[in-house]
């Protein structure tokens, strides 16, 4: 008997070695916790389509409202509903978009997360010194400027992070006003567009930000399971540049550039997530491949719903010179290479697409 045991200890113990190097090794590789916590966050969202001014602040399409999505998205996560404000169309008045900020701010301690987000027009003062977001009554009265975002943070914010976000006209304002944060906390900004630049009328930015944010595969870069601060801003800067031939604008400070914002799945294939042009209905449209099926690709279509996904061939599908799809966004963590206006990056849009609406609708296809 004592030999059966040592004969069996003899095989057992290097299977267990095995099976826990094996643990180990998984461990390193497993997504990493991600970094904001539901409990702690605080969400402030903004979202206008329509305005009393409606001569000066032309009406959006209400349908399928990315804004709603993203509110959804936080609601479902597990915010609570007194730590996330959403404010839509003529809710969203210059005096009360200020009084709910404020009184949100006052009302966050110490190592809280907050979001901020807005989308609809943006537009300068006369002198073009003070950049707005427009407000359901602005033009009657001034709207929500982006100095004074920052201003109230610094004012009342208690927590640890802040991440502004904005998909609207001259939206990269608030990239450079977010350079005037306190360091006391960690802050990031993303924005659409450049401070001195017009933002297209699709969703293609805040569909991205939503993608991160949900833990989409292809919003993963390189593939380790984790989509995080840098690789949401490299997604962004590829979808504007690729689908809008625009320029979003990105700082950050305090915060890693790995930051993990959200856990995803692994890829199926290498081809998840690359950008290109696929030929449909004897036409040529900017796609991005989001699953594959043997030798067929399912695309979407950027400026067009989730029910306009198509099953695709090879075929059917060419590269496009103006996609990036290299696996890493580490260029992201050196503060040199953060991009948009603020840091002299600007593209020319002299050749940009204005047949689009915001409910995504690309009226003219690519030829």
Request: aromatic share 12%; with cysteine; hydrophobic share 35%.
């Amino acid at each position: 008997m004592d030999n059966i045991f040592r004969r069996t200890a003899k095989v057992i113990f290097p299977l267990v070695i095995l099976v826990a190097c094996w643990i180990a090794s998984a461990s390193t590789t497993a997504a990493r916790e991600r970094s904001w916590q539901p409990q702690r966050t605080w969400v402030f969202i903004v979202g206008i389509l329509k305005w009393q001014d409606a001569e000066t602040f032309p009406s959006f399409p209400q349908t399928n409202r990315r804004d709603v999505q993203l509110a959804e998205f936080f609601r479902r996560e597990g915010v609570p509903a007194n730590q996330l404000t959403y404010l839509k169309d003529a809710q969203a008045t210059t005096r009360e978009v200020r009084a709910r900020f404020s009184q949100m701010l006052s009302q966050t301690r110490e190592g809280d997360f907050l979001f901020v987000y807005f989308t609809g027009h943006g537009y300068k003062s006369d002198d073009e010194r003070t950049t707005y977001f427009a407000t359901y009554d602005a033009g009657a009265k001034s709207g929500w400027s982006t100095r004074s975002i920052v201003t109230d943070i610094n004012s009342a914010f208690r927590g640890a992070g802040v991440l502004l976000t904005a998909d609207c006209c001259f939206s990269g304002e608030l990239v450079k006003d977010a350079r005037q944060l306190n360091t006391r906390f960690s802050y990031a900004a993303l924005t659409s567009a450049t401070s001195d630049k017009l933002s297209t009328e699709n969703w293609t930015f805040t569909e991205m930000l939503l993608a991160g944010l949900r833990g989409r595969s292809y919003a993963d870069i390189d593939g380790d399971g984790d989509v995080t601060l840098s690789e949401m801003a490299e997604n962004e800067r590829r979808d504007m540049v690729f689908a809008e031939d625009q320029q979003p604008a990105f700082t950050f400070s305090g915060f890693p550039s790995d930051l993990v914002m959200a856990n995803a799945p692994r890829p199926a294939t290498p081809d998840i997530g690359r950008r290109v042009m696929v030929r449909s209905e004897n036409n040529w449209y900017k796609a991005r491949i989001v699953e594959a099926h043997g030798n067929r690709f399912r695309v979407h279509y950027f400026g067009y719903e989730d029910t306009d996904d198509e099953w695709v061939l090879p075929r059917q599908i060419r590269e496009d010179r103006n996609a990036v799809e290299s696996r890493s966004a580490s260029g992201w963590q050196r503060r040199a290479e953060q991009f948009g206006h603020v840091d002299g990056w600007v593209r020319d849009r002299s050749n940009q697409n204005t047949n689009t609406t915001r409910n995504g609708w690309l009226t003219t296809p690519i030829n």
